[in-house]
């Protein structure tokens, strides 16, 4: 079991940054990829960026350029959300996952299997 704690949502204006956290704690297996998905009310959760222990990461096309995902130990991973846009309001989830064959870990929700409880970002226009 892999318990998931993220941190650092709030409200701000477009244009300005936010910086998300996410410590686990538990099952250390489960925690060799680590990614970032969000989701609005009454839509699919959606994949912002994913991380692997040995730093390979894959970022959605939707926030290249603006998000960075980062870990800086085994079980804590960061989000630093810069340039934000009102289309990024959101609740951010933080989720874990074992290693897989590829080189980088997946990119799909199904493939996490431990999710914190949320973390909602706010952008104002």
């Known amino acids: 079991q892999v318990q998931l704690v993220e941190s650092g949502g709030g409200s701000v204006q477009a244009g300005g940054s936010l910086r998300l956290s996410c410590a686990a704690s538990g099952d250390t297996v489960n925690t060799f990829c680590m990614g970032w998905f969000r989701q609005l009310p009454g839509k699919e959760r959606e994949d912002v960026a994913v991380i692997s222990r040995l730093g390979n990461t894959v970022t959605s096309d939707s926030v290249k350029g603006r998000f960075t995902i980062s870990r800086d130990n085994a079980n804590t991973a960061y989000l630093q959300m810069d340039s934000l846009k009102p289309e990024d309001t959101a609740m951010y989830y933080c989720?874990?996952?074992?290693?897989?064959?590829?080189?980088?870990?997946?990119?799909?929700?199904?493939?996490?299997?431990?999710w914190g409880q949320g973390t909602q970002v706010t952008v104002s226009s």
């Open positions: 989720a874990s996952g074992p290693r897989g064959h590829a080189v980088v870990c997946s990119n799909l929700a199904q493939y996490y299997n431990s």
